[in-house]
């Protein structure tokens, strides 16, 4: 069975930075692209980023490029999202998934408030 | 700034037929953005329906299908059921150097 759990997430002041983990299994992960997207409170869906299988490309979108990067550790099995310069409009769930979102992790809040 | 339009809200009665699109900005939306179907509940990660226009998931009841029609991507359940009321989400391919994904804004699908 595929799992993704999320965790990192929490309380963060404008400008601040946190890093998001995503913990896979039941599936070989070094064999697929993997995403982040995200949620506001309330919104709709977003995609954020994502990166190739070997972690030579990545992508962004530009909402996010030159804070945020994506990263991975396939001898760990881990999906990674460093946010940097973090903006109160940053504020959702944050999701890891599998490809373009074949599967999905339960989600991890991330809030940036003062 | 790319835009991916769907429908707002739609409502279907139990053991109708509904169709759902899915249109971008940039024009006639084709195989070539590999339409992808997801479906949300109130309080849960989404669910994927549909990948590249058609293909449903192992998971995926047959009562939905994924199609190209009039130039959007369109998802079209048959049959409804109550517990298909959900949010529902398209999300597209751009390709080139700037490899991005769009989601729809999504449509709020009651059953009533």
């Known amino acids: 069975e595929v799992q993704l759990v999320e965790s990192g997430g929490g309380l963060v002041q404008p400008g601040g930075s946190l890093r998001l983990s995503c913990a896979a299994s039941?599936?070989?992960?070094?064999?697929?692209?993997m995403s982040w997207v995200r949620q506001a409170p309330g919104k709709g869906l977003e995609w954020v980023a994502n990166i190739k299988q070997d972690g030579s490309e990545k992508y962004y979108v530009d909402s996010v490029k030159g804070r945020f990067t994506i990263s991975r550790d396939n001898a760990k099995n881990s999906l990674y999202l460093q946010m940097n310069s973090l903006r109160a409009e940053d504020t959702a769930v944050y999701y890891c998934?599998?490809?373009?979102?074949?599967?999905w992790g339960q989600g991890t809040l991330v809030t940036v408030s003062s | 700034q790319t835009v991916v339009t769907q429908e707002p809200s739609l409502t279907v009665s139990p053991g109708g037929t509904v169709t759902l699109t899915c249109a971008s900005s940039t024009g006639a939306v084709t195989s070539g953005y590999y339409p992808n179907w997801f479906q949300q509940k109130p309080g849960q990660a989404p669910r994927a329906l549909i990948y590249?226009?058609?293909n449903k998931h192992s998971w995926t009841p047959a009562r939905f299908s994924g199609s190209l029609l009039g130039g959007k991507a369109a998802l079209t359940l048959s049959g409804v059921q109550p517990e298909d009321e959900a949010e529902y989400y398209c999300l597209l391919y751009y390709g080139g150097a700037q490899s991005t994904w769009v989601f729809g804004g999504g449509t709020k699908l009651t059953v009533l």
């Open positions: 039941g599936f070989t992960f070094s064999s697929y692209w």
């Open positions: 590249s226009t058609s």
């Open positions: 998934a599998r490809a373009v979102g074949a599967n």
